[in-house]
């Protein structure tokens, strides 16, 4: 092994083991926070039960070819988007908060274009919503586009459209997720399986008739991921190029769509750097420049519709600072005596210079044990909820049989948790597994994007709900942690690991091209 690839895998190594340490220190402030025996048995039973799962679907697939298998996918996904759309349906209820006055606001303003529409239905405190939250713009001029087209050819604005549409992203998500871990798994079974639980997780349901940032930003997420893998694969830069290209403007209109897609910046030319500086730099910069490209033609297109100007921005838009300040207080969730303080302190510079005051005041009077007790609460309060917040936005819907399972069922609620603290238990043993490994893949980016948002979090305002658009992350990393326990069960399963794997010449294609020779094709 080179000296240099042996330093490269000892830093990744120490990298595992720092962040399994701070991982483990999530997953015990979940647990302390909502301890039940019952539950946390249930959860050893099924993370027991998913890796006998994953065992039982190797023997039953390993004669299988890896085009079969894509359509076993396939029939699932069909399934998926079936259930997806009747959850839709049924869970439905009129928006609140944010996504309410966002809606009202696509409505009010997009027939007439007139910026005194925009706020028609909002509440007092929030008649200069847009200049608070610019972020929500790009969402805001999202909606108005379908509310447009949608009037224009039934003489309505349904909420239909922007819900349907939210399902057919969740399912390219779904779709992405299994196309992801075809690149990074070399066992040609466990891409299926990632599929599983895609299809057992929660949010792809739940989250259908609430089309706020967290899901619409989904699949921008899981396409920059795959497009960015594919470009890594490639060797000429005719084949690299046009995919990072794509990939660097699905990041940038990510980016404006929900703040927290800015992770992937660095965790793409962090991973990049990982696998090779040399050999790398040119996609980097190119995925850069690309990233830097798409967002001057978001804000290009974003600033031709008139929304907010420049004097209302200035008089009323929260500086950056407001939500890591805003992060220190209680659980780090939001908190609205924050929400007026940084409002009445003034102009943007005004407001700036008094978050950093009350940002200090708070570090100062927490201390060291202070501030470690506040980030066990935080922790627990960002990563402990398995339904992800989607109760509070259900609420309102008409009562039918689905959504009292899911708003009111015990075992709904047991369900998630369970699913959700199995899942926290499978990352830690990503990191926990890459101690000692002295081979570093595609899924070191997944890991890196993990600690990205881990760290996010951890220092800016938090909620479960924020974790969505990153779940199907998670739920790659589960596979591979999966992955990992079952082959240091029985023998055999390296001998089937082996049977299974896909080399450069997949062993599935050179099956298929020896049938075809011997029918004469």
């Not at 483990?24 to 039973?45: E, P, T």
């Not at 404006?256 to 962090?270: D, E, M, Q, T, Y």
Request: aromatic share 16%; proline share 3%; net charge positive.
């Amino acid at each position: 092994m080179k000296r240099g690839n042996a330093v490269r895998i000892r830093v990744f190594q120490i990298a595992n083991f720092v962040f399994a340490i701070l991982f483990s220190f999530a997953i015990a402030s979940v647990f302390i926070k909502s301890f039940q025996m019952s539950r946390l048995l249930l959860a050893i039973v099924f993370a027991v039960v998913l890796v006998g799962g994953f065992s039982l679907l190797q023997h039953a697939l390993q004669e299988k070819t890896r085009k079969q298998i894509d359509h076993i996918f396939l029939g699932i996904a069909a399934v998926v988007f079936v259930a997806q759309l009747l959850c839709a349906y049924f869970l439905y209820a009129p928006p609140i908060h944010d996504l309410n006055y966002l809606n009202s606001a696509a409505k009010g303003f997009c027939l007439t274009g007139d910026r005194a529409d925009l706020y028609q239905d909002l509440p007092e405190r929030h008649q200069h919503y847009f200049a608070v939250y610019p972020n929500n713009h790009a969402l805001l001029i999202w909606l108005m586009m379908l509310y447009r087209i949608s009037y224009a050819l039934t003489g309505t604005m349904s909420i239909a459209v922007p819900i349907f549409l939210n399902v057919i992203g969740l399912s390219i998500s779904y779709h992405f997720l299994y196309r992801i871990a075809k690149m990074i798994f070399r066992n040609k079974v466990t891409p299926l399986f990632c599929s599983i639980l895609g299809g057992l997780f929660s949010v792809f349901y739940t989250y259908t008739p609430y089309f706020y940032t967290d899901s619409s930003s989904m699949p921008l997420v899981m396409g920059a991921i795959y497009l960015f893998l594919k470009a890594m694969e490639q060797s000429t830069w005719k084949q690299w190029l046009p995919r990072l290209v794509a990939c660097g403007v699905l990041v940038a209109l990510g980016y404006k769509v929900k703040g927290s897609v800015v992770i992937l910046v660095p965790a793409f030319l962090l991973y990049a750097c990982c696998m090779g500086v040399r050999k790398n730099w040119k996609k980097a910069t190119a995925f850069l420049s690309s990233v830097g490209i798409g967002a001057a033609i978001c804000s290009g297109v974003l600033g031709a519709v008139p929304i907010t100007d420049q004097e209302e921005l200035q008089a009323y838009q929260f500086p950056t600072i407001h939500w890591i300040m805003m992060g220190l207080e209680g659980n780090g969730g939001y908190h609205e005596e924050d929400f007026f303080y940084t409002k009445q302190s003034g102009d943007y510079e005004q407001k700036k210079e008094a978050d950093w005051i009350r940002l200090k005041e708070r570090v100062q009077k927490m201390g060291a044990a202070g501030m470690i007790q506040h980030v066990r609460e935080k922790l627990a309060y960002t990563w402990g909820d398995g339904t992800y917040y989607i109760k509070t936005y259900l609420r309102n819907g008409t009562p039918n049989a689905l959504r009292n399972f899911v708003l009111h069922s015990r075992a709904f609620s047991d369900y998630c948790a369970i699913f959700h603290e199995t899942m926290l238990f499978f990352l830690f043993l990503a990191f926990f597994s890459g101690i000692r490994s002295d081979k570093i893949g595609a899924e070191l980016l997944l890991k890196i994007i993990l600690c990205g948002v881990f760290s996010f979090f951890l220092l800016w305002e938090a909620r479960s709900r924020y974790l969505v658009n990153f779940t199907p992350v998670f739920l790659l990393l589960e596979g591979y942690s999966i992955e990992r326990i079952w082959l240091i069960l029985p023998k055999k399963n390296k001998k089937l690991y082996k049977n299974t794997y896909l080399t450069k010449w997949r062993r599935d294609d050179i099956i298929i091209k020896l049938s075809q020779l011997s029918e004469g094709e």
